[in-house]
């Protein structure tokens, strides 16, 4: 039987002594999206979008971005689509790739007493629904390599 319930995630970071605009300026852009991608995944886009805030949130897909292993073998082609944003507190991705016929990632930035906490929240449907499992292992995988790489870059541990 193929599946057809959304699969999901979520991981939580605190990064102490920022601001939501400290956290921002280092993920708002794709330089800091395959930063805490990298080495083992890079996505291309557009040099016009090379900041998040300047792709409109109408869900529209303006760009396929290239999906890559090492920067070098193509693994897949992402569909990307902004359906809501207020910057520095939140985007509202919904996109779609050769994987899934779904994708959803919200990250949220919240001040909390003495930083900010992101929350970055997934779903997904596969288009092969056995391989569901697997992918929700991987992408649980990248987010939290992610959410270490994020926080390496503020000095957490």
């Not at 990064?15 to 805490?36: A, K, L, Y």
């Amino acid at each position: 039987m193929a599946q057809t319930a959304a699969l999901s995630f979520e991981y939580t970071s605190f990064i102490p002594d920022v601001t939501r605009e400290d956290v921002w300026r280092t993920i708002g852009n794709w330089d800091g999206v395959n930063n805490e991608l990298g080495p083992l995944i890079k996505m291309s886009y557009p040099k016009t979008y090379a900041q998040l805030a300047d792709i409109p949130a109408d869900g529209k897909s303006y760009f396929t971005a290239g999906v890559t292993l090492f920067g070098i073998i193509p693994i897949d082609r992402h569909k990307f689509a902004f359906v809501g944003k207020d910057i520095p507190n939140y985007f509202d991705e919904r996109s779609s790739n050769l994987n899934m016929k779904f994708w959803s990632h919200k990250r949220t930035l919240i001040e909390r007493e003495g930083g900010v906490e992101v929350t970055d929240t997934c779903a997904f449907i596969p288009r092969i629904g056995f391989m569901g499992g697997f992918l929700r292992a991987t992408f649980s995988w990248v987010f939290r390599r992610r959410h270490q790489r994020l926080k390496k870059q503020f000095g957490v541990s």
